[in-house]
């Protein structure tokens, strides 16, 4: 991977070393006073450091350096929704500014604690934990909002169910956190996103409580579940969802095919979710991330060169793209299901000139799925920063957005002598368009300041492409704080008042996350 960077971004081999400081070092001011809140409440400095700040790369950066510009006053944990209304009624009447946390993973400044004059908390919903109800026969579970990924998983698995809601970000993050950012996981083409997952919900707030009852479908006035979800902390907390769920696969099975183009990919693609394919996941990576994949895969393993030159000889190509594709059986399924599944895949990817790769891929891509993003850490060791960028748009317009952002990233790496490498891929397809998925890799400046402005810089160039060439502003990790100032172009200025609104009515004293989604002040450097 260094040699791949290397070769791409210029002179690594002259940079040191660079160590995260012990975080039992960071100096951590004392807290300001708080009103008496009625839940468990803790000041304790590296608590409060561990919930100062999100899991975004300038979230990282400062972190690992020591340099957190603001800390929460207490870390507050409720027990229950009681609780919950407790700690937001005496919040709202001392003016006390209020961050709901489920996992920290925000990747958007959504967690972020902000300096201000009004001292902070942060709400940590880990304690809202766990199964609360099933119906089985309707395939109905109720969670607690601070319930992880994996626990939520067991407890389903239980029972023999899943909810089948993979992000990449499972192991960290809650089903609460999921609604209240309107996340995808990665088989969502088998699922659908956590929007179509939600059945029902509870939202507690200062101005009074939603509770939202789990109905099948509803022709009862506007949908209230769909405010909610995506609100991001602005309206309320949520403490309790009921979630589909589905019985759990007995066989999950992914394989890959190199097409020769981009295009014949996207026209696989397309094909295969327009025939209504049963696959839970596809994904198709830019040659430039296919290089990668393989660089990373092969390189220096014996059979590599061997791989390689099989590869050529079956007629891949430069600029081939991996294909990935996987499929889930339920008990009671034929067990030949997912291979048909992928077979019938595979007949539609030869037929555009695709060489077929077999399960090794997808079983790596299995296996991986939830390690890759640890690599930012070894690779901010080495000097050089990670992150990622996500839109989805029309079929009519991934190509134009494709090249808009990839040119955007170029020319703002150049303007100040760097180089940017970017790779994408299309996942999440629907019948009428798809998510595009961008990493960047640049040269990560020692001092932190630094590297958060080169970040930023980077980030404003890209989401202006990525908004301006037609994509939206964010297809599943949410508007947070660092996406706020585009928001209104995306919901217009009528949206934005409406939704304004709602949150003066459930939070008439503006204390709920008051930084995010509704706040045009650009903060991707706070
Ligand atoms: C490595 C990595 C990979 C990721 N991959 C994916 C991915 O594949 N798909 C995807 O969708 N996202 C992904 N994300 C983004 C992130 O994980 C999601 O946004 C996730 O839904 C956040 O869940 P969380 O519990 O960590 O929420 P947090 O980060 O704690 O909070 C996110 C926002 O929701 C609010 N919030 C949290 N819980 C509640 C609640 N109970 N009530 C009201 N508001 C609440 C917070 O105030 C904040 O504004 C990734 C992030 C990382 C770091």
Not at 88 to 111: E, F, H, I, K, N
Not at 459 to 474: F, I, Q
């Amino acid at each position: 991977m260094r040699r791949w960077l290397g070769d791409r971004l210029g002179r690594l081999g002259a940079l040191e070393r660079r160590r995260a400081v012990d975080p039992g070092a960071i100096p951590v001011p004392p807290p300001r006073p708080l009103p008496e809140l009625p839940a468990a409440t803790s000041r304790d400095s590296l608590d409060r450091l561990r919930h100062a700040r999100g899991q975004g790369l300038p979230d990282v950066v400062r972190l690992r350096a020591g340099a957190v510009p603001a800390f929460p006053d207490a870390v507050v944990r409720p027990a229950d929704a009681a609780e919950v209304e407790g700690v937001l009624a005496a919040c709202a009447a001392a003016g006390v500014r209020v961050v709901p946390r489920g996992g920290g993973t925000s990747v958007t400044g959504g967690v972020n604690v902000l300096a201000g004059p009004a001292p902070a908390i942060a709400l940590d919903l880990g304690a809202l934990s766990g199964l609360v109800r099933l119906d089985a026969e309707s395939g109905l579970a109720a969670f607690g909002a601070g319930t992880l990924g994996p626990r939520l998983e067991a407890d389903l698995g239980r029972h023999g169910l899943t909810l089948g809601h993979f992000p990449q970000s499972w192991e960290f993050s809650t089903v609460g956190g999921w609604a209240a950012t309107r996340s995808s996981g990665q088989e969502s083409l088998g699922c659908g996103s956590i929007a179509d997952l939600v059945a029902g919900l509870e939202l507690v707030a200062p101005g009074g409580r939603l509770s939202l009852p789990a109905m099948p479908a509803s022709a009862a006035g506007p949908d209230l579940r769909a405010l909610v979800l995506g609100s991001e902390g602005r309206l309320g907390v949520i403490t309790e969802l009921t979630v589909r769920v589905r019985r759990r696969p007995v066989a999950r099975r992914a394989e890959g095919w190199l097409v020769p183009s981009w295009d014949a990919g996207v026209a696989v693609v397309r094909e295969l979710v327009a025939g209504g394919a049963p696959l839970g996941m596809i994904r198709l990576s830019s040659p430039e991330e296919t290089e990668t994949a393989m660089a990373v895969g092969l390189r220096g393993r014996l059979w590599g060169p061997l791989a390689r030159g099989w590869l050529r000889l079956r007629g891949a190509r430069p600029g081939a793209c991996l294909l990935l594709a996987g499929a889930t059986g339920a008990p009671g399924d034929r067990p030949e299901a997912p291979r048909e599944a992928l077979a019938a895949a595979g007949a539609a990817a030869r037929r555009r000139g695709a060489v077929a790769l077999g399960a090794r891929p997808g079983r790596r891509w299995l296996a991986d799925r939830f390690r890759h993003p640890y690599l930012r850490d070894a690779l901010l060791d080495l000097g050089v920063a990670t992150d990622t960028l996500e839109t989805a748009a029309p079929w009519s317009a991934l190509a134009r957005l494709e090249a808009a952002v990839r040119g955007a990233l170029a020319a703002a790496a150049a303007g100040e002598g760097e180089e940017v490498a970017v790779l994408c891929h299309l996942s999440h397809p629907y019948r009428d368009g798809a998510s595009l998925y961008f990493t960047l890799f640049f040269r990560c400046p020692a001092d932190a300041e630094e590297a958060v402005a080169r970040w930023a810089r980077l980030k404003r160039a890209a989401t202006a492409a990525l908004v301006g060439a037609g994509g939206t502003l964010s297809h599943h990790h949410g508007v947070g704080s660092w996406h706020a100032p585009w928001y209104p172009r995306e919901a217009g200025e009528a949206g934005v008042r409406l939704l304004a609104a709602a949150a003066r009515e459930l939070d008439p004293a503006g204390v709920l996350n008051p930084h995010v989604l509704l706040d045009p002040a650009d903060r991707l450097e706070r």
